[in-house]
């Protein structure tokens, strides 16, 4: 199987307080060596943070639907569960 990789280029501006917190994580004294490193564990760490979150949804609604009496069930077509689930 074949994984295409694509490179986007951003640019982002912060000043003040941000500016200050991103160089003091970055260089000799921070724990990035350079921004590119540090904005891309950044954006890491909030998708594993939302998957974690989608994936505890999923737990909570699976602990409540085990938990449901037999008798609650009824039969769903899969476009039924598909409406059901859109936002």
């Known amino acids: 199987m074949s994984r295409t990789t694509t490179t986007t280029t951003m640019t982002v501006r912060l000043s003040g307080a941000l500016s200050d917190f991103v160089a003091a994580n970055v260089g ?5 060596e350079n921004i590119s490193e540090y904005v891309r564990d950044l954006i890491r760490r909030d998708k594993e943070r939302a998957e974690q979150e989608a994936f505890d949804r999923l737990k909570a609604e699976l602990t409540r639907a085990f938990a449901a009496p037999e008798t609650s069930y009824g039969q769903l077509t899969a476009a039924e569960v598909i409406a059901r689930n859109r936002p």
């Open 28 to 32: 000799e004294n921070g724990s990035y």
